[in-house]
Each structure stands twice: as C-alpha cells, then as structure tokens.
C-alpha cells in the first residue's frame, strides 16, 4: 500500500479513477490501547466490522490478542495475520463441520449458543471436549441503540435457567454468558441494565458462570449521532458487573468491533455526474456504503477539487445533497443529507468519513463495481472518541443547534459507584 500524510497529498499526485479507502492504523493503535487501559477485562476484537489484514496486524501490535470470530474464513484470517491469538467462535449458530474445524484444526475452544441443539451440535462436533468454555447468549431488552440485535439471536430470559444449567454440565472448563445490547449503543446504562437481567437468569438457574461477556454495541460518533463520553460506558459495565451475582475470579470480556475501527478508515470517491441536489458517484450501497444507504447515517464528507498541486479543499457556502452509487440498481442511493460546497461539479472528489466499520467489510462486486485500492494515511479522522479530532464533526451551522440539544438529552448523570469484583 501507498502511504500518505493526507488524502490531499493522493489527490494531488494522481486523480484515482476507482474508489480508494483510506487506512489510518494509527487510529486503530489509540482506540485499542484505551480499550485496554480502561475496560477492566479481556477485550475481544469482532472481526466481522472490519476484516482488513492491516487491522488485524495493527491490533496484534499494540496488545490487542483476542478476537471474536463468526465463519472459518474469519479464523483462517486470523491465523495468517496473528498466528497464536485466542479465538473465540461466536456465532450462535454453526455448522457441524465448522466446529469440527474451528476445535480440531485452528484450537478454538471457546463457543457460543443460544439453544439445547446447538449445544449437542457442539459437544458432538468436537468429540465431546472436555476444555470447551461454553458461552450461553441471552436475548435482553435494552433501549438507546441505532441496530436492536435481539431478534435474532439469544435464549428468551424464561427459557435461559434450563439452558444454562444444561450448559453448565456439559462442559468441565468453563461456562459464561454473553448479550450484545445493540450496535452504536446511545445510552451507557444499556450495559449495566443488561447485566442486571443476565445475572437474575444466572441466580434463577442455580449455577456458577466463569465469565461475563458484555457483548460490542461501543458507538462511534456521526453526524446527528454524538455519544456520552466512553468513560460512561467503562462505568456503566464496572457499576453493573459489581452488582452481579458472580464469583470474585469471574472474568469480564467485550467484544468491540465499531468502536475499535469506525475512525479508522474514510473513502474517496469520485463525482461522476450532478443532477441538481443529486450526486452520482462511483462507489455506492453495493461498495462502502451500505449504512450510509439502509440505515440513512448521513456521514462526515470533504470536497477536494483541482489536479496536481492545484488541488485543494473546498469549504465555501454548504447545501445538502443526496449520492446516488454507480450500479443500475436504483435502491443504490444513499439520501443524507450530505452538506458539500453549493459548487460541486463532475470530477470532484469527496472523502466520506467514520467508514472503518461496516464499510469495506459490506463491499460486494455487484455490476461489476466495488474495485477500491487501500492506502495508508496519517492524518486525523473527522471525529474521534478518543481524543484525535475532538469529539466534533463540521456542520452547517442549522445543525449545529440541534446536535447540542442531542448532546444534552443523552447525557446522564453518573450513578452510584459500585466495588468492583475484579482486582486487577
């Protein structure tokens, strides 16, 4: 990969004719480093928010060594790019032989489920193992997060006793329980209140868990989304694990995969044609942009016009816009409002911000689009949790009155503290 100070500086040496995603590791670097100072456990990376290579290696190299995985292709990946991590398989359900493999091949031996099937699923695909760490997921109900994952997956809080108690024989090493409260979670307490349920159905079945995984939902900051401070959560969690009915050797996971990698990668592309307040690009929903499109998060974007030394930002007077993607596909449109220069034309580029999660990770090759070159950057990310721009993205000044009243609403003040049960 090219490196870069700045995505100006590739703008002006070249004028890319495919999209190109930005990779900033040094963001990645200071987001897994506060994770480890501040998150009182084992922090697990969720491979599925970005799979790129150079992430896994940048985490390997600033400590982060443990990785939640959902697919063989995931284990495989992490065995090329961090031979030796402990993997844990977490999707709740697998096949047989994935788990034959997962064991037998690649020595994962944590697993994930949320039914008495999977359970003999797993028994009987690893031969009956008796160094399985089995983890029950529980479906909670929370509020405050942009995606709900409860539909989907966990055992109905009713029905966990049995299932626990289930899992609980079954394995001699270790049992545990995990939730997930919801991607790009708004409100820190989800945590705490999660793990008040977890552990009423922990003392309902009458057994002794080992760990304690609080699932990823850490948000990242977009426009018409700015969190609480990440502290908030940290506090949350340590206030909620205190008051749960554990073990004092109990351990404590996450699984961070948004928060870890959502500053860390933009995408340039190029304006191929405007129709009035509507942009055609060539990257789209079947690119990097999927949220952008079926969500509707209007993302940070910059304008860069001009060739070689020429070329440079554009502020000037802002209006919105809409970007349609280059397919045929007409559910290929992404609706903002993206606020750019009045100006914009053909051959302009755009950045579009806070990518580095669930942007690259979507890409299909759908129309025969899709084809993006990665490069290396140093500069900052449009907006950053943890301290490298702020916690500020631009924006016209008719919403910079209603993000403060968001700032506000979402704010809360900091509960009791509890005696943590860890001592670390």
Request: glycine share 8%.
């Amino acid at each position: 990969m090219h490196t870069y100070h700045t995505p100006l500086d590739l703008v002006r040496e070249r004028s890319p004719e495919r999209p190109v995603a930005f990779a900033r590791p040094d963001a990645v670097a200071v987001a897994a480093r506060w994770f480890q100072d501040s998150f009182k456990g084992d922090v697990f990376y969720a491979v599925k928010a970005n799979p790129s290579p150079w992430v896994i290696e940048t985490l390997v190299k600033t400590g982060v060594n443990s990785f939640d995985v959902a697919s063989i292709p995931e284990i495989e990946l992490v065995a090329a790019h961090a031979p030796g991590a402990r993997m844990a398989f977490m999707h709740p359900v697998k096949s047989r032989r994935a788990i034959a493999e997962a064991y037998h091949k690649h020595g994962v031996k944590t697993f994930a489920l949320d039914t008495h099937e999977e359970l003999a699923k797993i028994l009987e695909a690893t031969d009956g193992a008796d160094d399985l760490t089995l983890i029950v997921r529980l479906a909670v109900q929370t509020e405050g997060a942009s995606y709900s994952l409860s539909g989907k997956f966990g055992v109905d809080l009713h029905e966990a006793p049995d299932l626990l108690l289930a899992a609980r024989r079954a394995t001699q090493d270790r049992m545990g329980v995990s939730f997930h409260v919801g991607s790009q979670c708004m409100r820190p307490t989800a945590y705490q209140a999660a793990m008040a349920q977890a552990s009423r159905a922990i003392v309902r079945a009458g057994v002794v868990v080992d760990v304690v995984d609080v699932g990823g939902g850490f948000p990242s900051i977009y426009p018409g989304m700015v969190p609480p401070d990440m502290d908030d959560y940290i506090d949350s969690i340590r206030r909620g694990f205190a008051e749960m009915v554990v073990t004092e050797d109990c351990e404590l996971w996450c699984e961070p995969g948004r928060a870890l990698v959502a500053e860390a990668s933009s995408i340039l592309t190029k304006v191929e044609l405007r129709k009035a307040d509507a942009l055609y690009l060539n990257d789209g929903s079947y690119g990097s942009l999927f949220d952008a499109a079926h969500v509707k998060w209007p993302f940070p974007v910059k304008l860069y016009r001009g060739e070689g030394d020429a070329a440079r930002e554009v502020e000037g007077p802002l209006k919105p816009f809409r970007f349609y993607g280059p397919t045929c596909d007409s559910m290929d449109h992404m609706p903002g409002p993206f606020w750019l220069p009045e100006d914009i034309q053909e051959g302009d580029y755009i950045e579009i911000g806070m990518l580095g999660a669930y942007g690259v990770a979507m890409n299909t090759r759908f129309n025969g689009f899709g084809d993006a070159e990665t490069a290396i950057v140093h500069d900052a990310p449009m907006a950053s949790m943890f301290g490298l721009a702020g916690r500020t993205i631009r924006l016209p000044r008719e919403q910079q009155d209603e993000e403060r009243s968001k700032v506000v609403r979402l704010s809360r003040p900091k509960g009791r503290a509890g005696k943590s049960r860890r001592k670390r």
